[in-house]
């Protein structure tokens, strides 16, 4: 079945450090990815997707293209910044099934 | 701002208390779902309802009662719960159903629930 795997973590920055998360997926058919993010206390927000290869999504500046061929949909950001700290959920979705989530990856930024 | 309502955003109950979780959304979305959610874990999915009725129920224990009065309400009726339910449950909804539908989910921002 489809599924996802991406880097657990943690992972901790300084300020301004360039960031990857790495996420990589199986499936059957033509996925959607997303990357959602869940900052301390709060829910999940989406925050960027793509649903298509070689689309690009971007938010906030932080940036993942999906690559059909190494089947990858890495987040990376040049900058980070201490409010970027969160969990972020790296996930698969098809028409007509349930979302399908990484375990997340937890991201610390230092001042 | 989300687009998808819960209260209350905390509720603390004892184990024979009884108690619901509400959602609601405005998007015109026809599938509403409810997730559980540990700290730092992945959202673990619970139900789905689509165009009012229950389609998935994943295998979740009865003290736990999801109700779509409508296709914009949902509820979760708690009773009897333990500690171990103590957790972030979170309601989405999705274009599951249409043409628009890629899986994406649009969340709530949780009810936290602490079972004492």
């Known amino acids: 079945g489809d599924s996802v795997t991406q880097m657990e973590g943690p992972v901790t920055l300084s300020e301004e450090a360039f960031l990857t998360i790495n996420c990589t997926y199986t499936?059957?058919?033509?996925?959607?990815l997303f990357w959602y993010v869940q900052y301390p206390g709060e829910g999940l927000q989406l925050l960027l997707k793509?649903?298509?290869?070689?689309d690009k999504g971007s938010n906030k500046g932080f940036e993942a293209t999906y690559r059909k061929e190494t089947t990858s949909f890495h987040l990376e950001k040049g900058s980070v910044q201490v409010s970027d700290s969160a969990v972020y959920f790296c996930?698969?979705?098809?028409?007509?099934?349930?979302?399908?989530f990484g375990k997340g990856t937890t991201l610390s930024v230092s001042s | 701002d989300t687009e998808v309502t819960q209260t209350p955003k905390h509720l603390v109950m004892g184990m024979t208390n009884k108690k619901s979780l509400k959602c609601e959304q405005h998007m015109g979305h026809r599938a509403m779902y409810w997730y559980k959610q540990k700290a730092k874990k992945p959202p673990e999915l619970m139900f789905v309802?689509?165009?009012?009725?229950?389609?998935i129920n994943e295998s979740v224990p009865s003290r736990f009662s999801p109700e779509c009065p409508n296709s914009s309400l949902l509820n979760l009726h708690l009773h009897a719960l333990q500690p171990e339910d103590s957790a972030l449950y979170l309601c989405?909804?999705?274009?599951?159903?249409?043409?628009?539908?890629?899986?994406?989910?649009?969340f709530g921002e949780g009810s936290r629930l602490t079972v004492l």
């Open positions: 996930a698969l979705g098809q028409a007509g099934t349930a979302l399908i």
């Open positions: 793509a649903t298509k290869a070689d």
């Open positions: 989405a909804s999705s274009h599951l159903g249409t043409g628009r539908d890629t899986g994406e989910l649009f």
């Open positions: 309802y689509s165009y009012e009725k229950l389609s």
């Open positions: 499936a059957t058919g033509y996925p959607s």
